[in-house]
C-alpha cells in the first residue's frame, strides 16, 4: 500500500534531481544555437531562430580541430603509459616476493595524498631540464612513469592479479614459460576488464586535465581543448557566450561518447576505492 | 631448496631475484624517485629566492616570514578554510543522501544513476563556462527562477565578494557529488541482506534501520569519502582559474590558486613552493585528524 503511493512521489523527486543534473548541459548546447542577441535578453528564452552556424564559426575562429586531435593523442598515450607501468607493478606486486615489497606498496600509494602543488614545480624544473616545454610528451612520458593514475592502477590490477588462481601460471611455467611471457599472455589477457577500467579512468582525467596543460604548454597549436576552451572563454570571445559554449559542446563529445559505450568500466573503478578503501 | 620457503625455486639466480625490481623500474623511477625528489627539493626551494632562469639563492626562512607576515595569506587560508568548511559537508550529505535513494529496485533506477553521474565525466572547465552563464546576475537562468518561482531578487553571484565562493562551492558539488555517489553505493551494496531482513523481523523501521544499520555498516566508505573529499577541496584551482581567477577583490583566492600565481605569473618559485609546504601540512594534520577520529564512529566489522 505505502509503496504505490510513495512511487509516484519518488520518481518525482528522482526526476527533479535528474533536471538538476542535465539541465546545465541543455542549456549549454541551447545556447550554443542562439544568436548573441537572444542571449542578452530577460527573461532567458529560446532562440528566436537556431543558428547551426556557431560551431562552423568556433572552428574557424579558433583551431579547434587541432585542439581535439592534440587532447585525443595525449590521452590515448597518456592512459596507454599508465596501464602500462601499473600493469607490470601490480603484477611484481601480487605474484612476487623481494625486500621491500611491503614498504614500496605503502610509499606507491601515500604518494596519491600529496597536493600536486607540492611537486609541482620541482617537477616543471625536471621537464624543463628535459626541454620539454610546450611539447605533447610534457604530458605524456610522466604517465609511462607512474605519474597521474600510476599509484592508482597499481592499487587497482595488484587487487585484479591476487584474485587470478595460481594454478594458471604454474600451467604456463612448466610449459617453459618465462615470467615475462606469463605476464604477457596469461595474466594481461586474463585481466582485460581492470585495464579497460583504468584505461577508461586514466583517459578521463587526462581529457579533462587543465592545470598540466596550462603550465606545459604555450604555443596555441599545442594546446588541448581544455586550455583551448579557456583561453577562448577568457580571450577575445569573452562577449560571444554563444561561441564559447559552441566550444565546451566540442570539447565534451568525445568523453561522453567515451562515457556511454564505456559507461559500466567507470562505475566499475570508482567503486573499488570505497569498498576496500 | 630450503633457503627461504616464500621464494619458489625458479626465482632463485641472481637475475630471477633481480627481476622483480625491472616490473617495478617505470613506477619506482617515477613514483618513488622522482617524486620522493621532488618533494625534498621542494622543501628546500622554500628557503630560497629562485625565479626559474637564474640559480636559486638561499634566504634562510625570509619566505615563511613574508608569507606570514601578510595580511592576503591570512586572507587566502581564511577563503580556503571558508570554502572546504561548506564544500566537503555538503559533498558528503548530498552524495551519501543521493546513494540512499538510488540504492533500491526500481524501474529505471539504472537511467537516473547514469543521470546523476554525468557531470562527472565531463570536464570542469566546460561545466565552468556553463555555470558561469547560468550564475550571470541579469540574464542568468538561476536568478530567473529565483525570481519567477520565489520572488527573490538573486545575488550578483561570481561578481560579488560574499556570493562568489558559495557559489563555486555549489558548482563544485554538483559536479562531484555523483562520483562520491557511486562509491556510497559500492558500499551500500556491500552490506549483507540478512541485516536487514532481521531487524525488519526484529519489528525496526526505516529509520531505526538506517541509524542502527545501515550508517554504522556504511561507516569505512563514509571515512574514505569524507578524506579524500576533503583532500580534494583544499586543491581547489580549475573553477578560479576559469570563473574568477580569484576575484572579486581576492574573495575567491584559495591556497592552490594562489601557489599557482606566485609559480607561474609572478615566478616566485620560492615563496611559492614555501606556500605549498603550508598546504601539504595542512592536508597532513587533517588526514591525520581523521585517521585519529575514525575510532570514534567508523566501524569495522
Redesign the interface.
Known amino acids: 500500500m505505502t509503496n504505490r503511493l510513495q ?1 509516484p512521489l ?2 518525482l ?2 526526476l527533479g ?2 533536471v ?3 539541465g ?2 541543455l ?2 548546447i541551447i ?1 550554443s544555437l542562439s544568436s548573441p542577441a537572444d ?6 528564452q529560446l532562440p528566436a531562430t537556431w543558428h547551426p552556424e556557431n560551431y562552423a564559426e568556433v572552428f574557424s575562429r579558433f583551431p579547434f580541430g587541432t585542439f581535439t586531435f592534440n587532447s585525443l593523442k595525449i590521452a590515448v598515450l597518456a592512459s596507454l603509459g599508465t596501464v ?3 600493469s ?2 601490480g ?3 601480487a605474484r ?3 625486500r621491500g ?1 611491503n614498504a ?1 606498496y605503502w ?2 600509494l601515500a ?1 596519491m ?14 621537464i ?1 631540464t628535459l626541454g620539454l616545454i610546450d611539447t605533447h610528451a610534457a604530458l605524456i612520458l ?1 604517465a ?4 597521474g593514475m ?2 592508482f592502477g ?1 592499487f587497482l590490477l595488484r587487487q585484479f592479479f591476487a584474485t587470478v588462481p595460481k594454478e594458471l601460471e604454474e600451467a604456463a ?1 612448466l610449459d617453459g614459460a618465462g ?1 615475462f611471457r606469463i ?1 604477457w599472455q596469461v595474466m594481461l589477457p586474463l585481466a582485460r576488464p581492470a585495464l579497460a577500467t583504468l584505461a577508461v579512468l586514466a583517459f ?1 582525467a587526462n ?2 586535465d ?2 598540466g596543460p ?2 606545459y604548454l604555450s604555443s596555441t597549436e599545442k594546446m588541448t ?2 586550455v583551448g ?2 583561453a577562448l ?2 580571450g577575445e570571445l569573452t562577449a560571444r ?1 554563444d561561441l ?2 559552441a ?2 559542446v566540442v ?2 563529445i568525445p ?2 561518447l ?2 556511454v559505450v564505456a ?1 559500466k568500466f ?2 566499475k573503478g ?6 576496500k ?1 | 631448496m630450503n633457503s627461504k620457503p616464500n621464494i619458489p625455486p625458479y626465482e632463485r639466480s641472481g637475475f630471477r631475484r633481480a627481476q622483480p625490481y625491472l616490473y617495478l623500474l617505470p613506477v619506482l623511477i617515477g613514483v618513488v624517485v622522482v617524486t620522493g625528489g621532488a618533494i625534498v627539493a621542494a622543501f628546500l626551494l622554500g628557503f630560497t629566492d629562485w625565479d626559474l632562469v637564474r640559480p636559486p639563492v638561499w634566504v634562510g626562512f625570509a619566505n615563511f616570514q613574508a608569507m606570514f607576515r601578510s595580511e592576503q595569506f591570512y586572507q587566502v587560508l581564511g577563503n580556503t578554510f571558508y570554502f572546504v568548511g561548506i564544500t566537503a559537508p555538503l559533498m558528503v550529505v548530498c552524495s551519501l543522501g543521493l546513494a540512499l535513494l538510488v540504492n533500491r529496485k526500481l524501474r529505471g533506477i539504472t537511467f537516473f544513476r547514469t543521470i546523476y553521474f554525468f557531470p562527472v565525466v565531463t570536464s570542469m572547465i566546460a561545466v565552468a563556462v556553463v555555470w558561469g552563464w547560468l550564475y550571470n546576475p541579469e540574464f542568468g537562468f538561476i536568478n530567473y527562477l529565483l525570481r519567477e518561482w520565489f520572488g527573490i531578487q538573486g545575488p550578483g553571484w561570481l561578481l560579488s565578494t560574499s556570493w562568489a565562493l558559495p557559489a563555486i562551492s555549489l558548482m563544485t558539488v554538483w559536479k562531484g557529488v555523483g562520483y562520491n555517489m557511486l562509491i556510497f553505493l559500492a558500499g551500500l551494496q556491500s552490506i549483507p541482506d540478512q541485516l536487514h531482513e532481521s531487524a525488519l523481523i526484529d519489528g525496526a523501521g526505516g529509520a531505526r534501520r538506517l541509524f542502527s544499520i545501515t550508517l554504522p555498516m556504511l561507516s569505512p566508505t563514509t571515512f574514505f569519502v569524507v578524506v579524500i573529499t576533503l583532500i580534494g577541496s583544499f586543491q581547489l584551482f580549475e573553477q578560479t582559474y576559469t570563473l574568477t581567477q580569484g576575484g572579486p577583490a581576492n574573495s575567491t583566492l584559495t591556497l592552490s590558486y594562489h601557489i599557482y600565481q606566485n609559480a607561474f605569473q609572478y615566478f616566485r618559485m620560492g615563496y611559492a613552493t614555501a606556500m605549498a609546504y603550508v598546504l601539504f601540512a595542512i592536508t597532513l594534520v587533517v588526514t591525520i585528524v581523521q585517521f585519529r577520529m575514525q575510532k570514534r564512529w567508523v566501524y569495522y566489522q
Open positions: 512511487s519518488l520518481y523527486l528522482l534531481i535528474g538538476a543534473m542535465i546545465p548541459f542549456w549549454m545556447t542571449l542578452y535578453h530577460y527573461p532567458p602500462a607501468s601499473a607490470l607493478a603484477y611484481a606486486f612476487m616476493e623481494f615489497k614500496l610509499v606507491i604518494t595524498m600529496i597536493p600536486f602543488q607540492v611537486t609541482m614545480i620541482p617537477l616543471f624544473f625536471v624543463k610522466p609511462w612513469f607512474g605519474f600510476g599509484a597499481v611455467l615470467r605476464y578521463m581529457w579533462n587543465l592545470l596550462v603550465i581543448l581544455t576552451l579557456a572563454q577568457g557566450i564559447v559554449m566550444g565546451a570539447s565534451i568523453i561522453v567515451l562515457f559507461q567507470f562505475v570508482i567503486g573499488v576505492g570505497g569498498v578503501g
